[in-house]
């Protein structure tokens, strides 16, 4: 692996309240605050760093696709359809903004969230197999 990208390591969400989207981030998704400041707040969520940065209002890490649709930019992943939908069961019971569990044609199932800002994320019912093989999971 000498002088190729090995793993994401962190990954950037803006938000209007660090505070505030903090505490979402630590009650509805499990995360671990490691940092806060009044412009920044730094969590560890699903393996990786997470930066919530302090931004102007109406800034999302979503995007357009060419035919209009908004896109996540970030997808999560669970170990199963159980454990997916487990997993949407407990967010539509806290009442974070959630998706229907989609067949989109490929292995496994998905669904979108949102933060308290609009960020959108996506879960896949499926690991990823050198993960998997990693964290000796079956």
Same mark, same amino acid.
């Given at each position: 692996?000498?002088?190729?990208?090995?793993?994401?390591?962190?990954?950037?969400?803006?938000?209007?309240?660090?505070?505030?989207?903090?505490? /979402?981030?630590?009650?509805?998704?499990?995360?671990?605050?490691?940092?806060?400041?009044?412009?920044?707040?730094?969590?560890?969520?699903?393996?990786?760093?997470?930066?919530?940065?302090?931004?102007? =209002?109406?800034?999302?890490?979503?995007?357009?696709?060419?035919?209009?649709?908004?896109?996540?930019?970030?997808?999560?992943?669970?170990?199963?359809?159980?454990?997916?939908?487990?997993?949407?069961?407990?967010?539509?019971?806290?009442?974070?903004?959630?998706?229907?569990? =989609?067949?989109?044609?490929?292995?496994?199932?998905?669904?979108?969230?949102?933060?308290?800002?609009?960020?959108?994320?996506?879960? /896949?019912?499926?690991?990823?197999?050198?993960?998997?093989?990693?964290?000796?999971?079956?």
């Amino acid at each position: 692996m000498n002088g190729k990208l090995v793993r994401v390591g962190t990954s950037y969400f803006p938000v209007t309240d660090v505070v505030r989207s903090s505490s /979402w981030y630590i009650e509805m998704l499990g995360a671990e605050l490691s940092y806060q400041d009044e412009v920044k707040a730094i969590l560890n969520l699903a393996n990786q760093s997470v930066f919530l940065v302090k931004s102007q =209002e109406g800034q999302t890490s979503n995007f357009f696709d060419s035919t209009g649709n908004e896109r996540f930019s970030l997808t999560f992943e669970v170990n199963g359809l159980e454990a997916l939908e487990a997993l949407h069961r407990e967010f539509s019971e806290k009442e974070i903004r959630v998706g229907v569990i =989609e067949n989109r044609g490929h292995t496994g199932r998905n669904f979108v969230f949102y933060d308290l800002d609009g960020n959108k994320f996506d879960v /896949w019912s499926e690991l990823s197999p050198i993960f998997k093989e990693n964290y000796l999971l079956s």
